[in-house]
């Protein structure tokens, strides 16, 4: 599996991880008969995370499951996974050593709102590359997950786990925009109930940090958050490999970077475990 996550800003903490783990569907069969849960349950306690955000989790029920078998003495003893109907029966969730205070998903943004915010010239659109073509009369395919956790200094965190829309298709790529922008609307109303927030969105974004679904989030005039990725120690130094990377997958709020620990940033090379970033 995967793994990506971000920190969100002016935490003055010893330690915050926000990491995302993704076993992706395409090995079903495989999982059948080869279950990984020993696997997963040593990568999560080598990430060894505060705050870790999933996709692709069956139910609560299952994930209570697993971190009871598998995760004890972790301390993950808060977590939140909501069912939001996606036929494929899987979702977003959370672990978490801090206590959620809060768990709201979005079932009823309809993509349209956020299109309201594309240019209305058409040439202007094709300059800015937004792709075209899909079906705005839906919602998100997966919505995302939004938590409130309360950190051991009292600062509530925002945390949003995604899940956005996948496929090659032009149209595809029009509905995992319309999902992304549909997300910095509500990053705005966070903003607007506390303009201090300290927000961090995680997840699989199905996107390249240069495709539009990934720069939406990191737009000044839209989503307003940093990648993490940029916090790494190293930064600025990308192989042509992290250039051409899939799912940029970690965003945080702006605010004092100097306030980031340079040490939580890893990268877990481990063929059984692939890529871990915070």
């Known amino acids: 599996f995967d793994s990506y996550g971000a920190c969100a800003n002016g935490l003055a903490m010893k330690k915050?991880?926000?990491m995302r783990l993704n076993r992706g569907c395409e090995s079903e069969y495989e999982l059948r008969h080869n279950p990984i849960p020993p696997d997963l349950a040593a990568a999560i306690k080598a990430l060894d995370a505060d705050v870790?955000?999933?996709?692709?989790v069956e139910s609560e029920a299952c994930l209570k499951w697993f971190r009871d078998n598998y995760l004890q003495g972790l301390g993950y003893?808060?977590?939140?996974s909501r069912d939001v109907g996606y036929y494929r029966g899987v979702e977003q969730a959370v672990l978490s050593r801090y206590p959620i205070e809060e768990v709201k998903t979005y079932p009823e943004v309809q993509l349209a709102d956020a299109a309201a915010r594309l240019p209305k010239d058409a040439a202007e659109l094709k300059k800015q590359k937004w792709a075209t073509g899909g079906d705005l009369t839906k919602g998100f395919q997966?919505?995302?997950?939004?938590?409130r956790v309360r950190l051991p200094d009292g600062t509530p965190l925002h945390l949003f786990v995604l899940h956005l829309k996948s496929g090659p298709k032009?149209?595809?790529a029009h509905q995992r925009?319309?999902?992304?922008?549909s997300v910095a609307?509500?990053?705005?109303?966070?903003?607007?109930?506390?303009k201090d927030a300290q927000i961090a969105v995680v997840g699989d974004f199905n996107a390249a940090p240069t495709d539009m679904a990934a720069k939406v989030l990191r737009e000044r005039t839209l989503g307003g958050l940093i990648s993490a990725y940029e916090l790494?120690?190293?930064?600025?130094k990308a192989s042509k490999e992290d250039e051409s990377d899939e799912d940029d997958g970690k965003t945080a709020a702006k605010g004092d970077r100097r306030k980031y620990l340079t040490h939580s940033f890893v990268v877990e090379d481990k063929p059984e475990i692939g890529r871990a970033h915070v």
């Open 16 to 18: 915050l991880f926000v």
């Open 77 to 80: 003893d808060h977590l939140a």
């Open 232 to 236: 790494r120690p190293g930064a600025g």
């Open 185 to 194: 609307n509500l990053l705005d109303g966070v903003r607007a109930a506390d």
């Open 142 to 147: 997966r919505s995302p997950l939004h938590v």
């Open 52 to 56: 870790l955000g999933l996709e692709e």
């Open 177 to 181: 925009e319309m999902e992304a922008l």
């Open 170 to 172: 032009k149209e595809f």
